[in-house]
């Protein structure tokens, strides 16, 4: 009889149990899950709480990406590289003198891993911490980081990006290391090029890094670039605060070279106030024409050249100043002189020496 009671007690007590583990449960997820349906209904009475404002943002239509542009260069590419003024999603823009221009008003716009990676979710046009009731960035939850992809099916760099802080940077004191052992593609001797990171060395720390060097004009580099990452590590420096980052290098169809590179940045903690820019930079020498499939640059001054006397290489295709140590050594059976232009022997895909520079 005893043993019937206490049976009977327990059997009462097991579905009580299980409702409050249900009901937990619900709460749980109530609290945490991104799922949508959950994730609107939590954000009703987060409202009705008072904690947010009621303005929502709508959710706007994807604006083309990058990645769009290069996909319909590589559809036509006959096509010159820019008609249009703007990235509207069919051409690359053409450089007017200036070292970049704005994309979408200047109001940054990331792929979702680049910020997920970071543990941000993002709301309208404002981020949170994953999670985070307040609709607020919890600097302590927040994930560091930096992402290189591997090369794609040309060995050309694809994005780089990161959630950029101190913790990316290298140490105070630390000295750059040597890149030159990478040749990023279409990378050509003799033609002042320059390894350009994509992620600059302030803020990555990143050397001899393959996923993050191109090739690159110093224009580029110095003028483009250079000041954007300086106002990017000047920021990290004084605040402590970080820095959603992506560098981007556009290529027309199966160029080697890049014709620009899509550098898009955002401060995380104070929700773009202190930094925020989304550019596109010009990968250009001005006055310099640029061969992007094969990396041979001719100056104004080079373009006006008269013929000439150069010595090729039947072989290798390269052509030499006939003083050139290169030609002298060259074999009878390769040798070759011709009187002509730089401009006309580029033109039929001989390739100028690295070491004389013709
Ligand atoms: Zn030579």
Not at 296 to 322: C, M, W
Request: charged share 25%.
């Amino acid at each position: 009889m005893t043993i019937n009671q206490k049976d009977k007690s327990g059997s009462r007590r097991k579905p009580a149990l299980a409702l409050l583990i249900v009901l937990l449960l619900a709460v749980l997820i109530f609290l945490f899950s991104d799922a949508p349906f959950v994730k609107s209904a939590r954000d009703a009475l987060i409202i009705r709480l008072g904690y947010v404002s009621e303005e929502r943002v709508n959710e706007e239509e994807p604006v083309s990406t990058v990645e769009d542009i290069a996909d319909s260069e590589s559809e036509n590419e006959n096509g010159s590289a820019g008609d249009a003024g703007s990235l509207d999603g069919k051409n690359l823009p053409k450089y007017d003198g200036n070292h970049y221009v704005v994309i979408n008003g200047n109001v940054p716009e990331f792929p979702e891993e680049v910020y997920a990676k970071a543990g941000l979710v993002q709301e309208g046009d404002k981020w949170k911490t994953k999670g985070n009731l307040l609709g607020t960035v919890d600097s302590s939850k927040l994930t560091p980081y930096e992402f290189y992809n591997p090369l794609d099916e040309h060995g050309r760099c694809r994005a780089a990006y990161g959630c950029l802080g101190r913790e990316t940077m290298p140490e105070e004191g630390a000295e750059r290391g040597d890149i030159s052992s990478i040749h990023p593609s279409g990378w050509a001797k003799g033609q002042s090029w320059e390894r350009c990171h994509l992620i600059a060395w302030s803020l990555s720390a990143e050397n001899a890094n393959e996923g993050n060097l191109i090739t690159g004009t110093h224009y580029l580099n110095y003028d483009g670039m250079r000041p954007l990452e300086e106002e990017t590590t000047h920021y990290i420096w004084s605040t402590g605060n970080h820095v959603l980052y992506m560098s981007e290098p556009v290529y027309s169809g199966k160029e080697l070279i890049a014709r620009g590179v899509h550098m898009v940045a955002r401060s995380v903690e104070d929700n773009g106030e202190g930094l925020s820019f989304n550019v596109y930079c010009f990968n250009v020498t001005p006055g310099a024409e640029i061969d992007y499939k094969g990396g041979i640059v001719t100056t104004e001054e080079q373009a006006a050249q008269d013929a000439r006397l150069y010595v090729i290489n039947k072989r290798s295709g390269v052509f030499h100043y006939p003083s050139c140590d290169g030609a002298k050594s060259m074999s009878e059976h390769n040798r070759e002189e011709v009187t002509a232009t730089r401009v006309e022997l580029t033109s039929q895909g001989y390739t100028p020496c690295g070491s004389c520079e013709p």
